[in-house]
């Protein structure tokens, strides 16, 4: 089946694995899409590690970063995409890059890669995940023409009122959010061999209560439109 979007996409993804695991069976529709984690700075070598990355199985930050963007790579091979890496770090090692070099960054890259569709996170509870929400949200300010896709969190969005909450603050913001189909079928059980290159982080997720089953349930995708330009009466 033919997949509805058509032109080249990027996908914004906060983390190494957000992309796929909440856009995989679309991206596995769109050969040549770019995946860029826009979190996947490698920190300096130190002997700290973090709770998270320990439970991974790393011992330091840097070979963390490292490992995962090697899964990142393996991945996206398998869908047909082609990572790009921002240096920006993750918030489990640095806190919050400077918002401004962080919408800078992000504007650049839509400008180098020139998109037929952004597609960009709902940004549900995990910090990081919200702050590329709103720092895409920005960039849109910059280029408001062409499609802007938002996806939901594959994990976090099963939460209640998590995007319920999302939506009202777009409302207020006086942006339009439209339901648009999922992926077509079919594409599934590529997406499910992709999610499971980032065994890294599956590692942690299994011993959570929720597991990442949500990361293989239908995805969700919203249009983004100004109140005024909203082409969807
Ligand atoms: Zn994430």
């Known amino acids: 089946m033919e997949c509805w979007l058509s032109g080249p996409c990027i996908v914004i993804s906060p983390h190494l694995d957000d992309g796929v695991f909440s856009c995989g069976e679309l991206i596995a529709h769109m050969p040549g899409t770019v995946v860029a984690t826009v979190l996947a700075g490698i920190p300096d070598p130190s002997p700290r590690v973090t709770g998270w990355d320990a439970a991974a199985g790393f011992d330091s930050a840097a070979r963390a970063v490292a490992c995962r963007r090697g899964e990142d790579r393996a991945a996206l091979a398998l869908l047909r995409a082609r990572p790009r890496w921002l240096d920006f770090f993750d918030g489990q090692y640095a806190g919050s890059p400077r918002w401004e070099a962080l919408v800078d960054g992000l504007d650049a890259l839509l400008g180098a890669e020139d998109p037929h569709a952004v597609l960009f996170p709902a940004g549900l509870r995990h910090p990081d995940h919200v702050l590329v929400h709103r720092a895409m949200l920005a960039v849109r300010r910059r280029r408001p023409h062409g499609i802007w896709l938002m996806y939901e969190d594959a994990l976090y969005r099963c939460l209640p009122g998590l995007m319920q909450l999302r939506l009202l603050a777009l409302a207020r913001q006086g942006l339009v959010a439209t339901p648009?189909?999922?992926?077509?079928?079919?594409?599934?059980?590529?997406?499910?061999?992709?999610?499971?290159?980032?065994?890294?982080?599956?590692?942690?997720?299994?011993?959570?209560?929720?597991?990442?089953?949500?990361?293989?349930?239908?995805?969700?995708?919203?249009?983004?439109?100004?109140?005024?330009?909203?082409?969807?009466?």
Do not use: M, T
């Open 180 to 233: 648009v189909p999922a992926a077509p079928a079919g594409r599934l059980g590529r997406k499910r061999a992709a999610v499971e290159c980032y065994r890294s982080q599956l590692r942690v997720l299994v011993s959570h209560a929720r597991g990442y089953a949500d990361a293989l349930a239908p995805e969700r995708y919203w249009r983004i439109d100004a109140a005024a330009e909203n082409r969807f009466p």
